[in-house]
Structure formats: structure tokens, C-alpha cells
């Protein structure tokens, strides 16, 4: 089962304006073929589909805890897409008849609005939903880790390259957040298939070959540690990971220097983004008055 806990694992700053171009293309790393979805289903079904589990403890418990992890990190991705695609200020004129919404017609992907509100959708940076197709899983435990090594080195190369493609710091931070962590997960499955196979997979890393620290937004994250750290969010389940992250492992040579380490914990995180609601887009009404109404008395009576 999955515990889940309200906040975000990365502070996102608040955009600057609505950008819902940038929103569109922030989508890649939503629902694109080496996005946050695909990531998560990859692990999630991999570790539910697990065979051996207890004779294989360590491998099981290494995808099983970052399938947990995954799952924060379609949080981060759409939580960004929504600050973008609405902005600090989603509020318009209310006169649907004066076309308050005109100007999402020529945006890249309409869709936000028409489908979402101007939230995030399950698809790419096209509007092209997110498919099962994308989930690799044959319960042959080498072919699977080195699929999900492969998978996260493509999840950088998107996410460097998405990252190219904004300006804004909301977009930019989810970017940079996730460098850094995807990086992690990278090194976790080169270090997994070593102990299957002997081969030194780490000495590929990082793919593509640029140091995170020429990434502003993964600087801190790289002085707090986090590209050494793997987390268990506070369940005493899956210890046995640390015969691959830890044992005297250390951070890989172009990052900060120190030794892996597993946090019983969760990462410091942030509180995630109240969304402003819009009468205009109908969210969550065009006159929420008597919702908002009703959820009060539902608090207080609690």
C-alpha cells in the first residue's frame, strides 16, 4: 500500500505570469514516452510483478522504493503545469459572452483549458495521451534493470532538454529538481546491474554527459545531498537496499563527494500550491459561493 502525505517533495516558486506555452511543453515530462508516468508505471509494475521477492530482497525493495518516490515526482511535474498554465492569477472577466478565454485558441496546446481548466492533462508536450504501451515488464529482473537505466538516462536527456526551452522559475525549478534526482535513480540501477553482472555501469554517468552543476536550479539540491540520498518516507519496509546504495558507495566523481545513504524520512519538501479557482473556466464553478459555503460548515462542524 502507498501512505501519502500533503506536500510536495520539491518548493516550487510561483510563476511570474501565466505561460501556457511553457505549460505545454512541461507536459513532456508528464505524459511523454520517458516522462513522470512512464517512470512510475515502469517501477510500480515491475515491483508488483516482482518475482522471488524474498530471495531477491534488495533488488525488489531498490525499484520498489523508488516507485514510491515516483509517484511524488508526477506530483512536482503537474503541480508545475498548473502554475503555468494559469499563473499567480487565473481570475478573468466573468461575462462568458465577451470571449474571456479568446487567446487559448492559439496557444500550443488549447487543450489545458478546453479539457482541464487550464490544469494539467495525462498526455505530452502534443496533447498525445500517455499509453500503457510506454510500461516495460518481462519479470526478467537484468532486462528490466537495464531498461530502467536506459529509461532515466532518456528522462535526462528530456529534461535537459524541456529545461532549454524555459524561462520561467516554476518550469526551471521542476526541471532542476529532477535532474538531480532522476540522476539518482540512474546510478541506483547502474549500481544494481554491478552486483548482477560485474559491469561497472556507473562509469557511463552521467548520459548525457553535462555536470548538473551547470544547471542553476540543481545547485542546491546538489549542496543539501540529495544526489547521494534514497528515501524510504518513514516505512521501516524495503532496508535491504542498502546492500546497492551504501556499503561505501560514494557520489559519482563530477558531483559533490560523499557516501550513499539511505533516509528513513522524506525529503524536505514544500507545501503544495493552492490553486486559485476560475468562475470564467467554471472552476470549481461560476458561482462556487454555495460550494465554498458548504465546505466551511463541513470544517467547522469538524
Request: contains cysteine; negative net charge; proline residues 6%.
Given at each position: 500500500?502507498?501512505?501519502?502525505?500533503?506536500?510536495?517533495?520539491?518548493?516550487?516558486?510561483?510563476?511570474?505570469?501565466?505561460?501556457?506555452?511553457?505549460?505545454?511543453?512541461?507536459?513532456?515530462?508528464?505524459?511523454?514516452?520517458?516522462?513522470?508516468?512512464?517512470?512510475?508505471?515502469?517501477?510500480?509494475?515491475?515491483?508488483?510483478?516482482?518475482?522471488?521477492?524474498?530471495?531477491?530482497?534488495?533488488?525488489?525493495?531498490?525499484?520498489?522504493?523508488?516507485?514510491?518516490?515516483?509517484?511524488?515526482?508526477?506530483?512536482?511535474?503537474?503541480?508545475?503545469?498548473?502554475?503555468?498554465?494559469?499563473?499567480?492569477?487565473?481570475?478573468?472577466?466573468?461575462?462568458?459572452?465577451?470571449?474571456?478565454?479568446?487567446?487559448?485558441?492559439?496557444?500550443?496546446?488549447?487543450a489545458n483549458f478546453l479539457h482541464a481548466g487550464g490544469a494539467a492533462t495525462v498526455t505530452?508536450?502534443?496533447?498525445?495521451?500517455?499509453?500503457?504501451?510506454?510500461?516495460?515488464?518481462?519479470?526478467?529482473?537484468?532486462?528490466?534493470?537495464?531498461?530502467?537505466?536506459?529509461?532515466?538516462?532518456?528522462?535526462?536527456?528530456?529534461?535537459?532538454?524541456?529545461?532549454?526551452?524555459?524561462?520561467?522559475?516554476?518550469?526551471?525549478?521542476?526541471?532542476?529538481?529532477?535532474?538531480?534526482?532522476?540522476?539518482?535513480?540512474?546510478?541506483?540501477?547502474?549500481?544494481?546491474?554491478?552486483?548482477?553482472?560485474?559491469?561497472?555501469?556507473?562509469?557511463?554517468?552521467?548520459?548525457?554527459?553535462?555536470?548538473?552543476?551547470?544547471?542553476?536550479?540543481?545547485?542546491?539540491?546538489?549542496?543539501?545531498?540529495?544526489?547521494?540520498?534514497?528515501?524510504?518516507?518513514?516505512?521501516?519496509?524495503?532496508?535491504?537496499?542498502?546492500?546497492?546504495?551504501?556499503?561505501?558507495?560514494?557520489?559519482?566523481?563530477?558531483?559533490?563527494?560523499?557516501?550513499?545513504?539511505?533516509?528513513?524520512?522524506?525529503?524536505?519538501?514544500?507545501?503544495?500550491p493552492d490553486l486559485e479557482g476560475s468562475s470564467a473556466a467554471f472552476t470549481p464553478d461560476?458561482?462556487?459561493?454555495?460550494?465554498?459555503?458548504?465546505?466551511?460548515?463541513?470544517?467547522?462542524?469538524?
Open positions: 500500500m502507498f501512505m501519502r502525505i500533503d506536500q510536495l517533495q520539491a518548493e516550487l516558486p510561483k510563476p511570474k505570469k501565466a505561460d501556457p506555452n511553457a505549460a505545454a511543453a512541461l507536459q513532456e515530462l508528464l505524459g511523454g514516452k520517458f516522462g513522470e508516468m512512464s517512470t512510475l508505471n515502469n517501477y510500480m509494475f515491475q515491483s508488483f510483478n516482482f518475482r522471488n521477492k524474498e530471495k531477491l530482497r534488495p533488488f525488489y525493495s531498490l525499484v520498489a522504493c523508488i516507485t514510491a518516490e515516483e509517484l511524488g515526482h508526477v506530483e512536482v511535474v503537474t503541480n508545475g503545469v498548473n502554475l503555468l498554465a494559469s499563473g499567480p492569477d487565473p481570475q478573468r472577466d466573468t461575462d462568458v459572452s465577451k470571449h474571456p478565454f479568446a487567446d487559448m485558441k492559439d496557444m500550443r496546446s488549447a505530452d508536450s502534443n496533447f498525445r495521451p500517455w499509453t500503457g504501451e510506454n510500461v516495460f515488464s518481462t519479470g526478467n529482473l537484468i532486462l528490466d534493470t537495464l531498461h530502467n537505466f536506459f529509461l532515466e538516462c532518456g528522462a535526462r536527456m528530456h529534461k535537459l532538454r524541456v529545461y532549454e526551452t524555459l524561462s520561467d522559475p516554476t518550469g526551471r525549478e521542476v526541471c532542476g529538481y529532477l535532474l538531480v534526482r532522476g540522476s539518482v535513480h540512474a546510478h541506483a540501477y547502474a549500481l544494481a546491474l554491478e552486483k548482477l553482472t560485474g559491469v561497472a555501469m556507473k562509469d557511463m554517468l552521467p548520459c548525457p554527459n553535462i555536470d548538473l552543476s551547470k544547471i542553476p536550479e540543481c545547485q542546491k539540491y546538489l549542496d543539501e545531498g540529495s544526489h547521494r540520498r534514497l528515501y524510504r518516507f518513514g516505512s521501516k519496509d524495503y532496508s535491504e537496499m542498502a546492500a546497492i546504495w551504501g556499503g561505501g558507495e560514494m557520489a559519482l566523481p563530477n558531483d559533490p563527494p560523499g557516501e550513499l545513504e539511505i533516509v528513513e524520512g522524506l525529503p524536505d519538501g514544500g507545501k503544495i461560476y458561482a462556487p459561493e454555495e460550494i465554498f459555503e458548504i465546505a466551511s460548515k463541513l470544517t467547522k462542524k469538524m
